[in-house]
């Protein structure tokens, strides 16, 4: 099943962001002023992983009054992107075969 869903950060805080790991990720999508004289809050996406990631681009921009500051799909490309990942389970990888593991570990950095 394929979900997208906007959150807002009061609702970001509180989602137990390590249990929902393996199932949802969670993406910046920018500060956006939702209603006419409202301050622009960040806003989040949760999208089911991996089945909504690879479509997030076609999604199309969130609805809003207007999006105040970029979101991780309006990453600058071409001369510099900071890119940050995280890789699920190393903790069980290491118990199973840590020189397997710290091989991968070696070609990411």
Not at 34 to 61: C, D, H, I, S
């Amino acid at each position: 099943m394929c979900v997208c869903v906007c959150v807002c950060v009061c609702v970001y805080a509180q989602l137990p962001k390590e249990q929902l790991r393996a199932e949802v990720t969670l993406a910046h999508l920018g500060y956006h002023e939702l209603k006419e004289g409202w301050a622009p809050v960040p806003v989040y996406g949760a999208l089911t992983y991996p089945t909504m990631l690879m479509r997030l681009g076609l999604l199309g921009p969130v609805r809003s009054i207007r999006q105040t500051s970029a979101g991780f799909l309006q990453a600058p490309t071409g001369v510099a992107t900071i890119c940050f990942m995280s890789a699920q389970s190393v903790s069980a990888l290491m118990s199973w075969n840590p020189e397997i593991t710290q091989v991968g570990r070696s070609d990411l950095i």
